[in-house]
């Protein structure tokens, strides 16, 4: 509605210049202006709201960006699924079953949360603990933005430490430490992922609390920016996958994300 309202307008304006500078030029009224204009507007309405992927393909560094609606679990390239600094696993009193990591639990990894720590503690056997923490489940620290890479099916899946948890189970972040994680995490795709494409969740909600200081909108810009200022130093990977969860993708302004991918394109 508000493009449409905005094309009618638009059209009244010109036509009022026109009638001005040419008051012959033009006789507007009657029902046929009306329906012709009220076409135009709603015509131009439509297409502009009409819903349209949300996509950018670059060619310096040769890459493509989407952000699509979907369930990250579902996708079958590499993942990135978001986890604390103790890398807790145990649900549902540390981590809850609803929760992205405790759905990737029973949905990759069977349910079984012993093999899931096993592999996780492979994956962590070159990272030294920087602290603990006096808590129910796991106590040993690791440093934010340490990266466990496990393998899942012929792909990588990973677990990214971006928040911390303290003794009560409770984890959080900031924007700072979710920048210097998504930093890391990028050299470690490239690294690891042999191209390809990755998909990542929206991160800064669920379990670091960060909802309401850096929202789904704010996190796509995040991300995406991240992703773009790592692979112009490397390659990171061949396509970038935001996913977004239904009811966050209805919220997004759309056309704005288009605007911003846009925008990230060398000058």
């Known amino acids: 509605m508000t493009h449409t309202f905005a094309a009618v307008g638009a059209i009244a304006v010109v036509l009022e210049v ?7 030029m033009l006789v507007v009224h009657g029902v046929r202006w009306g329906l012709g204009i009220l076409t135009v507007s709603v ?3 439509l297409v502009r709201s009409w819903p349209r992927p949300i996509e950018q393909v670059y060619s310096s560094p040769n890459m493509t960006i989407r952000v699509v609606k979907g369930d990250l679990l579902a996708e079958t390239g590499h993942l990135v699924i978001g ?7 145990l649900p549902p009193n540390v981590i809850a079953r609803g929760s992205l990591q405790g759905q990737a639990l029973d949905r990759l ?7 899931l720590d096993r592999r996780i503690d492979e994956a962590l056997s070159a990272h030294t603990p920087v602290d603990t923490v006096e808590k129910t489940g796991k106590q040993l620290r690791y440093e934010l933005g340490t990266i466990a890479v496990l393998k899942e099916s012929g792909r990588k899946v990973f677990l990214l430490a971006y928040s911390q948890m303290d003794e009560h189970n409770q984890a959080r972040s900031t924007p700072d430490r979710i920048w210097k994680s ?3 995490l990028w ?5 690891h992922g042999s191209g390809g494409t990755v998909s990542i969740p929206v991160i800064g909600g ?3 609390r960060l909802a309401q200081v850096l929202p789904a909108q704010d996190s796509i810009r995040f991300i995406a920016l991240s992703f773009m200022l790592a692979s112009r130093r490397e390659k990171v990977c061949d396509e970038l996958r935001i996913v977004v969860r239904p009811t966050d993708f209805s919220r997004l302004d759309r056309l704005e994300l288009q605007a911003f991918l846009s925008s990230l394109r060398p000058s």
């Open 43 to 45: 015509g131009y309405g």
């Open 18 to 24: 026109v009638e001005i500078l040419f008051p012959n």
């Open 109 to 115: 990894f069977g349910g079984d949360v012993g093999e």
């Open 206 to 208: 669920g379990q670091s």
């Open 83 to 89: 986890t604390c600094d103790t890398f807790d696993t």
């Open 187 to 191: 050299a470690e795709v490239s690294r």
């Open 182 to 184: 998504l930093l890391n």
